[in-house]
């Protein structure tokens, strides 16, 4: 069936480079995305990726995509406090729905 | 620009009380919509989506239902609510079939007491 893991936690001072990890198991995906949660508030669309692209960069966000081991990871660079959040991966179902399978969130905690 | 709206913010309700959330998009028309439900532990959990007026797919059998009376509102009801429908309720949208951007609102807060 599908599944997308994530590690629940990470914790990086601030200005470091952050990187969150993701795998996913449904190959006939698309696309694959990277959400951001504060807390008490929806979710916000940091960024996705095509599915047969390797990498996306927007600013501070860099997406790698390793399809054939279908591991995706979300680089935020000079983190910083207000990145603090949950970050949830998903992918689609591979149907024209639009359905998205979510991983459970990694919570980053960001140390001044 | 579009927007999306969830009413109301927060929700406490006693078991076996009804449950009527609203969600609404403007800016857009013929929207797909889609019912999250994040419980504790964080992940999110698809319950329904419509891809029309009067369309609705469920993901999973459990006490709610879903409506779409019109283009650009979803309603997601409860006849009886159980203690177990508590969980923080995200509304979602995307602009058809053939767009990849899924854009949330910013949720509601249910608790069944």
């Known amino acids: 069936g599908e599944d997308v893991e994530q590690s629940l936690f990470l914790s990086v001072r601030e200005g470091d480079s952050s990187v969150i990890n993701c795998t996913y198991t449904?190959?006939?995906?698309?696309?694959l995305y990277w959400y951001k949660q504060e807390p008490g508030a929806g979710l916000q669309l940091l960024t996705y990726i095509f599915s047969n692209m390797d990498m996306k960069q927007d600013q501070r966000l860099t997406v790698l995509l390793n399809k054939k081991d279908k591991h995706l990871s979300l680089r935020i660079a000079d983190t910083q406090t207000g990145d603090s959040a949950i970050y949830f991966c998903?992918?689609?179902?591979?149907?024209?729905?639009?359905?998205?399978?979510f991983g459970k969130g990694t919570k980053l905690s960001v140390k001044p | 620009s579009q927007t999306i709206h969830q009413w109301p913010a927060t929700l406490v309700q006693p078991v076996g009380s009804p449950l009527s959330l609203e969600c609404t998009v403007e800016g857009t028309s013929n929207p797909n919509l889609y019912w999250y439900r994040q419980a504790a532990g964080r992940g999110l959990q698809l319950l329904f989506y419509s891809v029309g007026i009067g369309q609705i797919s469920s993901e999973v059998p459990q006490n709610l239902s879903a409506s779409r009376p019109q283009d650009r509102q979803f309603i997601l009801s409860s006849k009886k609510l159980l203690l177990s429908d508590s969980g923080f309720y995200l509304c979602?949208?995307?602009?058809?079939?053939?767009?990849?951007?899924?854009?949330f609102g910013p949720g509601t807060r249910l608790t069944v007491t």
């Open positions: 998903a992918e689609d179902n591979g149907g024209s729905q639009g359905n998205l399978i």
């Open positions: 979602a949208w995307k602009a058809g079939p053939f767009s990849y951007e899924q854009y």
């Open positions: 449904d190959s006939s995906s698309t696309y």
